[in-house]
């Protein structure tokens, strides 16, 4: 049996608010990891910082090709590579 046109917007409308919560959740999440990295105390323009986040993102996801090294991920001559990762 095929659904009515009503029933597929409803179905719609909670699949939004769904996905707001989700969204809300997740960026909560990160926002708080950001932190605890240390990134609200850097100054740094939103278009760079989304930029290093994208190349993050592509990283993990294992994107392939050639990813740009941002001024968040470049290591300071001398700088010790080993990393504080606690949880």
């Known amino acids: 049996m095929k659904k ?21 959740r997740e960026a909560e999440r990160i926002g708080r990891l950001a932190l605890k990295a240390g ?14 986040f994208e190349d993050l993102a592509k990283r993990f996801r294992g994107g392939g090709g050639e990813t ?10 001398g700088a010790s590579s080993g990393a504080n990762n606690e949880a």
């Not at 939004?16 to 989700?22: F, T, V």
């Not at 740009?68 to 001559?77: E, H």
């Open 68 to 77: 740009r090294k941002s001024p968040l991920t470049q290591n300071p001559a």
């Open 39 to 52: 990134l609200g105390e850097i100054e740094i323009d939103d278009a760079k910082l989304v930029e290093a």
């Open 4 to 24: 009515s046109s009503s029933k597929i917007k409803e179905d719609i409308a909670k699949l939004q608010e769904q996905l707001k919560a989700a969204e809300a």
